[in-house]
């Protein structure tokens, strides 16, 4: 069998067109293994190729290469051609696929739930010598809609709409169409509509000039194969109403004090008989480090992937056989259900006595089941670090896995034998497993459930990590564990924000083609259509404070351009490192910054560096020593005392780069909030201006925007969901 693939594309002296595709032929998928294809001038490209007569579904995808290396391919949807037996030939002209400008029309939020064509009626299979095939993206069609073609021809129906072709839907939002060319002639006119399936009436026809067919006919026992084409419309506006709850707010009369995932049946059916369109809930991942009110907090979460496990309905993970203990919880039941808001500790205690019955009754049944098999295989990467982290953190008493002795650092095969189910403890470790299946089998049939009823369900996904997160703990590469993750100053906050989350480091993820997060993106499509990105501009830059910073002031943005020397030189500024990086306050503030108390903080927590210059003593020189000398101490003296210690850590005018020594970063709203900058000559404090100002709002508007186009253009594609910023 002869295969004949032509496409159309301009490309610079010294690129080329090659063709990778699923068969041996075409490299199997290995890019280094990719069909370079002739040029044959005008932007024509052309590659043939034999392969045994077979039926075969082919997949295939273009890219360019320049000096042997690639350096650019097409959107992520592939190209896909059934290939016959019965067929001698087919002859592809294909159209190169840019990521189109209605992207969110492809998503799984539109082609699963709002546009969803639950009935993927396949193209019409026609016993033809010369066949020609159409295949055209169409996405903004309704179920009860379809694509339909309409020509000059008789084949093509007379350009009479009544006699129009009807697409096939099988791989919606792309449409398939086959018929017979056998007597077929130029010239070829053609154009595409939509039509409602009940009647065949016209919804509305394609914008602009009829499409010409201006390539060869099919010759006998060939195909010739017209793909890539999109219906021209208008761009649709498109808008919804939505909602956004978190999950433990639903409560209900069936649920345990908390809202959980069998109420979530009951929200989409309250957002169906509404008319919105999409549910989006915050955070639902396990975020257990004590069993207190502490770990109440959604966007903390030990694990990127495990579920939580207070959002599980309990009467779905089955029925108690003890009738005294069934009616133990159906009491509590109501007890929790009856206050008047949720009582997470209690929550949390009463749950786990169930699922460590539940447990103990169905366990062993449940993990020899085929269904809960397949489970564990897909997600055992994830899942056995998880089960080993729940139990090590119970049994050390903390969630911080640097006190965990033998386990501090991880080490897989030290956890694959901790968690081998000849152990002793294996009971303590399966239990995690078992609630990680029922998660699962919850969430799955909530997605089901949306999609039955044309409703998106969009997660949420917090841009940081806890220090002491699973994450942290086997994958530290992919962090800077030795800083923090915040915001800068605002009206709101004129300290700043300290989230307490490490800062990624983006070096070591690109290194690996963003495995990590493709791979949280890849886990959270099993269960949504769309996700919110908090902090989206995390993917730009992030506010990165240093470790011993309680404060955000001292923060810098990560990735950012810092001043050399030279520039700060130019500026006009009379730079003095000593000065401007060393925190230090002058006598004549103390009294401002401490009152009554001001002789006694010099003698006890400040050492004198000149005649009226003071810097912390070493005790005391970072807001991280202050706070742990402080805590506990409440009365006004203490406070008042503290509050001054902290601000002389931030009486910097410059902070020096980690990575690049000799270069500075100006510190964030020293113009306003510091003593240093007062103390400067009048054209000193000019020419920081000037630096200020071109550092925050335009030394890294492109360079940023290049960060974020970097990093999120792999993640976006790695999925079909849709990606929504915050």
Known sequence: MKITFNIHYHTVWGQTLHLVGSLPELGAWDTNSAKEMQYSGDGNWQLEIEIPNRNVELEYRYLICSNGQQFFEEWEKKHCLLLSQDKQSFVTWDVWQNRPHNFAFFSSAFTQSLLAHPDRTPAQKIQSRRTMQIKAWAPYL?????????????????????????????????????FDAADMHYPVEYKLLIINNADRSVVRWEKGENRMFNHLFPKDKETVVLSGLQFRDDDHNWRCAGLVIPVFSLRSEESFGIGDFGDLHKIVDWVKLTDQKMIQILPINDTTMTHTWVDSYPYNAISIYALHPLYLELNAMGTLRNTQRKTYFQELQQKLNALPAVDYEQVDQFKWEFFREI?????????????????????????????????????????????????????????????????????????????????????????????????????????????VSIEAWT????????????????????????????????????????????????????????????????????????????????????????????????????????????????????????????????????????????????????????????????????????????????????????????????????????????????????????????????????????????????????????????
């Not at 095969?413 to 990680?436: G, M, R, V, W």
Request: glycine share 6%; proline share 4%.
């Open 142 to 178: 309704t179920q009860d809609q379809s694509l339909a073609l309409v020509g000059n021809q008789e084949a093509l129906g007379n350009w009479d709409a009544d006699k129009a072709l009807v697409f096939g839907c099988e791989n919606f939002p792309e449409w398939e169409l086959n």
């Open 359 to 467: 447990f103990d009754q169905e366990g062993d049944k449940t993990l020899k089941s085929k269904e809960y098999l397949t489970f564990f295989e897909n997600n055992k990467e994830w899942l056995t670090p998880y089960a080993a982290y729940s139990y090590l953190r119970d049994k050390n008493g903390t969630p911080d896995f640097h006190f965990w002795k033998n386990y501090s650092v991880y080490h897989k095969e030290k956890i694959d034998q901790l968690c081998s189910p000849e152990t002793a403890h294996y009971k303590e470790i399966a239990i995690y497993y078992f609630l990680q299946f029922h998660l699962h089998k919850q969430l799955t049939k909530v997605r089901d459930y949306c999609y039955a009823n044309g409703v998106v369900l969009k997660g949420d996904i917090p841009i940081g990590i806890s220090n």
């Open 475 to 726: 994958e530290p590469a992919y962090f800077n564990i030795d800083a923090q993750a915040g915001a800068p100053p605002d009206d709101f906050s004129i300290k700043g924000q300290n989230w307490g989350f490490p800062t990624y480091n983006w070096d070591a993820m690109e290194a690996d083609q963003y495995s990590w997060w493709k791979k949280r993106f890849r886990k959270m499509s099993d269960y949504f259509d769309a996700y919110r990105i908090d902090h989206i501009l995390g993917f730009f830059r992030i506010w990165e404070i240093p470790q011993q910073s309680l404060e955000g002031l001292l923060g810098y943005f990560n990735p950012s351009i810092p001043f050399s020397m030279d520039e700060i030189w130019h500026s006009g500024l009379n730079f003095n490192k000593e000065h401007f990086t060393r925190a230090s306050v002058g006598e004549w503030h103390l009294e401002e910054l401490f009152g009554e108390y001001a002789s006694e903080v010099q003698q006890i927590y400040l050492d004198r560096i000149n005649s009226d210059r003071f810097i912390l003593k070493t005790s005391f020189n970072t807001q991280r020593k202050i706070s742990v000398y402080f805590e506990g101490k409440d009365d006004p003296k203490s406070q008042r005392i503290k509050a001054g210690l902290m601000a002389i850590c931030n009486e910097v005018l410059f902070i020096e780069d980690k990575e690049q020594p000799n270069h500075y970063h100006p510190r964030i709203s020293a113009a306003v909030y510091s003593f240093i900058y007062k103390e400067l000559s009048y054209n000193d404090q000019r020419a920081f201006d000037s630096l200020y100002g071109h550092y925050f709002y335009q030394r890294h508007n492109e360079f940023w925007k290049e960060q974020a186009l970097k990093h999120l253009t792999p993640l976006v594609n790695s999925t079909g969901m849709l990606a929504c910023g915050e």
